[in-house]
């Protein structure tokens, strides 16, 4: 990626004089490489920025005043990127009270927000609905309305590319467009998962460039998202929250700001600390998932029950934690967050072992979901080649929509591959297209399961009738364990 700044300053006198207070400022941006829609391609803009320059002994004074419009509830909020975790902050402060203004590329989500809709499982239409009713959310594509705004969170993805490197394109694009809009006094935060590093090194140079800067003109932070789709205990509004800035005054207006929605904040003493905590805390789920799939492996070449044995190890009080094999990592967090530390401790002459080898048993899972349900229809004499398939659930996990980066995917593609026929059914899932063709998820009925020569359960929706299931299928590849109270028919059952 290559960026390219040019900044042209006025040689008017006047600009020299620190106390004046507005110097227009020209800064022509050459951005090329940025793979994000609205940035796809090499483009020069002419950016006109109205610029204040405060001298020290003002400085407070702006800090002041955003801190009183925070607590009086006063500030204007905008969030950029209202998926899985902008939409429920938005909606969050909405109902605190604030006005709320969400920034997205999408049109269609624009247009769904604003019609009171929701497409985010957590958050119901309704509640989006009563809050654009009342004025408190909108949704726009102008990034020019980020000049109303006084704060931002920036809420975009981080996928990783191909070669699994840090794709942080759209924090890029994110970034630009609140470099180009931005006024003095505003926070920043951003809080899509990356690398430690990327606030101080990549956004605050960016951001700078408006002529404003971190912890003088605008505070600047970065603040986690901790979400858990589905979670029906602890959601954006009581999930302790981590902040850092890139001065200490910065991370106190952070924590002020998360403060009005979440109980607690815990301040910490850098961005980087910051980025980092998060980096942990989902190492540390692919880790010990990627440790019991290990686990799950030995087990069926000692001819024991994981599930068996982890539930009598979840017996003891202390030291033990459970977690649970699958089919595979699912999701925008867990299977590519890792590979943002070990990339990054790549560039320090360091190899993260336990990230890469979870990556590894981890990414093998559907490999052996697949030699597990060949096995299976060998006992009845069966090749997976012609055999029909029932797949139930392809969600990345259970009771949501979501299928990023969804194991099912995988199964069905190596399943598909070895010449079996798949249908499937997900009450969360419509339609998802797997080897470039869209498939429709099939009504469950009973010719539908008894004509398949084997079911294979891939995520535990908790609507299923797993009785029904088992009564009316041959047999049963349960790689979650959903089938763990059914008595009748049991035989037919194989587990993970
Ligand atoms: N989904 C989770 O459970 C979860 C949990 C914690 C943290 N995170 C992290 O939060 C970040 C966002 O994840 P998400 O799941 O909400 O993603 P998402 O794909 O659900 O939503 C991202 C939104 O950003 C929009 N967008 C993309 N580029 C944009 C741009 N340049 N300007 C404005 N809008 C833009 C997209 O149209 C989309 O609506 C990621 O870094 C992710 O790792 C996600």
């Known amino acids: 990626m290559e960026t390219t700044i040019t900044k042209k300053k006025s040689t008017n006198k006047s600009n020299n004089n620190k106390s004046q207070g507005q110097k227009d400022k020209l800064v022509r941006i050459s951005v090329s490489n940025v793979s994000n829609g609205s940035l796809s391609e090499t483009k020069v803009q002419s950016v006109k920025t109205k610029m204040k320059k405060t ?69 119901s239409s309704d509640r989006v609905k009563a809050m654009v009713k009342a004025g408190r959310l909108k949704a726009t594509d102008n990034p020019k309305t980020i000049a109303k705004v006084d704060t ?9 590319s191909k070669t699994k490197d840090p794709d942080i394109s759209y924090i890029l694009a994110a970034v630009t467009w609140v470099r180009d809009n931005m006024h003095k006094d505003m926070l920043i935060v951003l809080e899509s998962t ?4 990327t606030t101080d090194e990549i956004i605050q140079p960016r951001l700078e ?20 789709p ?47 905590v998060k980096l942990l805390e989902n190492t540390f789920r692919s880790v010990n998932i990627g440790l019991v799939n290990e686990v799950a492996l030995m087990c069926d070449r000692l001819k024991l029950s994981v599930w068996e044995i982890i539930d009598a190890a979840a017996t003891k009080p202390f030291g033990f934690m459970p977690f649970y ?29 336990f990230i890469e080898l979870a990556g590894d048993v981890n990414s093998s899972m559907p490999e052996y979901v697949v030699s597990r349900v060949a096995r299976m229809l060998n006992n009845f ?30 199964v069905i593609k190596l399943l598909e591959d070895a010449g079996a026929k798949i249908t499937y059914n997900d009450p969360f899932v419509p339609q998802i297209t797997w080897n470039g063709t869209i498939h429709k998820s099939t009504k469950l009925s009973k010719p539908l399961a008894q004509k398949a020569d084997c079911c294979v359960i891939l995520t535990d929706h908790t609507e299923y009738d797993y009785q029904w299931v088992v009564d009316n299928s041959k047999a049963i590849f349960d790689t979650r364990n959903a089938t763990t109270k059914i008595k009748r028919g049991r035989s037919k059952i194989s587990l993970l």
């Open 55 to 123: 001298t020290s002994s003002k400085k407070s004074s702006g800090s002041s005043k955003l801190a009183e419009k925070i607590r009086n509830k006063t500030a204007h909020i905008g969030i950029v990127g209202l998926g899985y975790v902008g939409l429920p902050l938005a909606v969050e402060f909405a109902e605190r009270g604030f006005t709320v203004t969400g920034f997205d590329i999408s049109k269609a989500k624009i247009k769904l927000i604003n019609a009171g809709r929701s497409d985010i499982d957590d958050i």
């Open 381 to 410: 004499s069966k090749s997976l080649k012609g055999s029909k398939i029932l797949i139930l659930g392809v969600a990345y996990k259970k009771n949501i929509q979501d299928v990023r980066e969804s194991p099912a995917l995988d």
């Open 209 to 228: 460039e408006s002529g404003f800067k971190a912890g003088r003109d605008f505070f600047l932070a970065f603040s986690p998202e901790r979400i858990d």
């Open 152 to 160: 931002i969170s920036i809420c975009v993805p981080t996928p990783l």
């Open 325 to 353: 094999p699958g089919p595979g990592l699912g999701g925008h967090c867990i299977p590519i967050d890792p590979h943002y530390l070990s990339w990054k401790l790549k560039s320090l002459n360091y190899y993260a072992r």
């Open 230 to 276: 589905g979670n029906k205990s602890f959601t954006a509004a009581n999930t302790p929250r981590i902040v850092g800035g890139v001065t200490p005054r910065c991370t106190q207006m952070a924590k002020l700001f998360y403060e009005q929605i979440i109980a607690g904040v815990h301040p910490v003493s850098s961005t980087q600390a910051a980025e980092m």
């Open 194 to 197: 990356t690398y430690p590093g």
